[in-house]
C-alpha cells in the first residue's frame, strides 16, 4: 500500500514563528500519513495540526474521519487539539489514542487542557464524535495499518510508533521526544537499546528527535532529547533506509539547521552508510 507523509509541525517545545523559522517551520509536532485510499492517521497534535484542521475541511467531501496517535501529553505535542477546526462540525469522527500518565487518564489530561479555566471551550461541547482509546497494548490496528508501540526514555510515559499496512508495504516509526545516550532516569529495561534497534530494524522510514548538537546535549542531558549523531547512529544501526530529523530546538532558525544538517550528513557518511539523511520542514512530503 502506498502512503504519504505530510510534515505539519516540526518545532520542539514551543511554536517559533518568523521570518528565522520559515523554512524548517516554527509549529510544533504534527505529521499526518494517508494512504491511498483516505485512511487519515495523525502522529500527535502540536499546533501544526491548526493548519491540517483547515485544509481538512476545505476539501472536505463528506465526513471527517481521522485517528490521532500521541506520543505523549506535553504541551507541545496537544496544544494545537483545541484548535483543530473538524472538532467544531457534526458528522465528523475524531479517535484519539495515547497513553496514562501515571495515574492520570489520557481523556482526564485532554479535559484539564479545555478546563474553563485555561481554555474557553470545554471538551464535551465539540460537535464532532470524539472518542479517547486508551493505549494499554504494544500493537494494534488503525484501519489499513498495524500500530506497534515501544516506551520511550523521556520524562512522563512517552511511546514511539511503528506504522505498517497490514497488506504488506514500507513502514514508518514516529520516534520524538527520546534521549539516547546517558542520561536522565527512566522506567525501561537493560535491554533497551537492543529492543529499540530491533523494533526499528529494517525500517524504511525513521523520524526521529535530533533536537540538540553534540555541545548543546551536555548542558541538556536528563531532558529527553538526542543530538543528530545519536539519530543517525540509531537509524544506521537498524538499517533504516531515511532519516528525518526532527523536534528541532527553537533557538535553531533556518541558518542553524542548515548547518546542523550538513553535519548529519557529514557524520553519517563518514560511517560508511548509505543512509539518506533530511531534516523535516514544514510542508514537507514523503510518499512511501
Not at 506504522?163 to 534521549?179: C, H, R
Not at 537498524?238 to 533556518?254: I, M, R, S, T, Y
Request: aromatic share 8%; proline share 5%; charged share 20%.
Amino acid at each position: 500500500m502506498a502512503y504519504t507523509v505530510t510534515f505539519w509541525g516540526t518545532r520542539g517545545s514551543i511554536p517559533t514563528p518568523g521570518a528565522a523559522t520559515a523554512r524548517y517551520g516554527g509549529n510544533t509536532p504534527c505529521v499526518a500519513v494517508e494512504g491511498a485510499g483516505g485512511e487519515l492517521v495523525v502522529l500527535d497534535a502540536g499546533t501544526g495540526i491548526r493548519a491540517l484542521g483547515l485544509e481538512l475541511v476545505e476539501k472536505q467531501n463528506g465526513a471527517v474521519k481521522v485517528e490521532i496517535l500521541l506520543s505523549h501529553a506535553h504541551w507541545d505535542h496537544i496544544q494545537g487539539l483545541p484548535h483543530f477546526k473538524p472538532f467544531f462540525a457534526p458528522g465528523n469522527t475524531v479517535r484519539i489514542w495515547g497513553t496514562r500518565q501515571g495515574t492520570a487518564s489520557l481523556e482526564a489530561i485532554l479535559r484539564q487542557q479545555m478546563d474553563p479555566a485555561v481554555f474557553p471551550v470545554p471538551l464535551d461541547a465539540l460537535s464532532a464524535s470524539l472518542t479517547v482509546q486508551q493505549v494499554d497494548m504494544e500493537e494494534f490496528s488503525i484501519g489499513e495499518f498495524r500500530v506497534r508501540t515501544i516506551k520511550l526514555r523521556h520524562p512522563g510515559t512517552t511511546l514511539g510508533f511503528r506504522l505498517t499496512p497490514a497488506k504488506g508495504g514500507p513502514s514508518i516509526a514516529y520516534v520524538t521526544d527520546n534521549e539516547l545516550g546517558s542520561g536522565g532516569r527512566y522506567e525501561v529495561s537493560k535491554n533497551w537499546r537492543h529492543d529499540f534497534v530491533s523494533f526499528l530494524k529494517g525500517v524504511d522510514l525513521v523520524i526521529h528527535d535530533a533536537m540538540y548538537t553534540p555541545a548543546e546535549l551536555e548542558q541538556h542531558r536528563g531532558w529527553g532529547h538526542s543530538t543528530y549523531e545519536e539519530a543517525a547512529t540509531l537509524a544506521q544501526d537498524a538499517g533504516a533506509k531515511q532519516l528525518v530529523l526532527f523536534h528541532h530546538e527553537p533557538e535553531h532558525g533556518d541558518k542553524e539547521m542548515d548547518g546542523l544538517l550538513a553535519a548529519a550528513r557529514k557524520f553519517a557518511k563518514a560511517r560508511g552508510s548509505s543512509l539518506e539523511v533530511v531534516a523535516a520542514e514544514e510542508g514537507m512530503k514523503v510518499t512511501l
